[in-house]
């Protein structure tokens, strides 16, 4: 992974990585062989590569509203043996649930249309209506591309020192 990932990474994902509820995301098992936390930097580690790509080819990335939906995408899925009843359930609820968590988190001031948009639609296709943005096509394809690495043993988010991560730092 570049340095400018991790660079990006920081700049961009700094407050949400030092919050409670992304710290706490660490002790709750995802895809049965990762935390939310760990797919979730896995995700946006992917979406970051996506748009230094996209980039090179001129076509504009949003990377905050893109770094912050992909680091939070999946946090509405805390608690879900409490809150859901099945996975059906949670495959369409947890967007909405990750979403009020970051209104929360980061306010209303820096919430915006693309953040909103990418969450909601991210289980897209297993939901009806696709993302409209490009930065939510990203995270879709990411968060796909995540969950089989890491099914493969190769976490996208494997070079980052998750000890800093934890520790908030």
Known sequence: MSDQIKSLLHQYGDDILCSEEFQSAF?????????????????AVVCLHMSAILQKMHIPVQERSLT?????HDLGIMG??????????????HPEDSLEVIRNMIGEDE?????????RRH?????PVPPKYHE??????ADK???????????PARKLD????????
Request: aromatic share 6%.
């Open 27 to 43: 002790g709750q098992t995802h895809h049965k062989c990762m935390t939310v936390a760990e797919h979730s930097l896995g995700v």
């Open 68 to 72: 912050v939906a992909a680091l939070c």
């Open 80 to 93: 879900r043996h409490e809150k859901y009843k099945n996975d059906f359930e949670c495959f369409g609820k």
């Open 111 to 119: 919430y915006d249309d693309i953040i909103e948009n990418s969450v």
């Open 123 to 127: 289980m897209w296709p297993l939901t």
């Open 136 to 141: 939510g096509v990203m995270l879709t394809a």
């Open 145 to 155: 591309i995540s969950a089989v690495m890491e099914r493969l043993g190769r976490s």
């Open 162 to 169: 998750l000890r800093k991560v934890r520790q908030g730092s």
